[in-house]
């Protein structure tokens, strides 16, 4: 079972990067937790 706590979120802009080669999760980590918490 999937379990989101230990999970590895990814975060990317795909209206610049839509090859997805540039994971934004470390510089924005707060914005990571946000989505998460949408998404959860």
Same mark, same amino acid.
């Given at each position: 079972?999937?379990? *989101?706590s230990?999970a590895?979120?990814?975060?990317?802009?795909? $209206? #610049?990067?839509? *090859?997805?080669?540039h994971?934004?999760?470390?510089?924005?980590? $707060? #914005?990571?937790?946000?989505?998460?918490?949408?998404?959860?």
């Amino acid at each position: 079972m999937w379990d *989101s706590s230990k999970a590895v979120w990814e975060l990317y802009d795909l $209206t #610049k990067d839509f *090859s997805q080669m540039h994971d934004l999760a470390k510089e924005q980590p $707060t #914005k990571v937790e946000e989505l998460k918490k949408l998404f959860l």
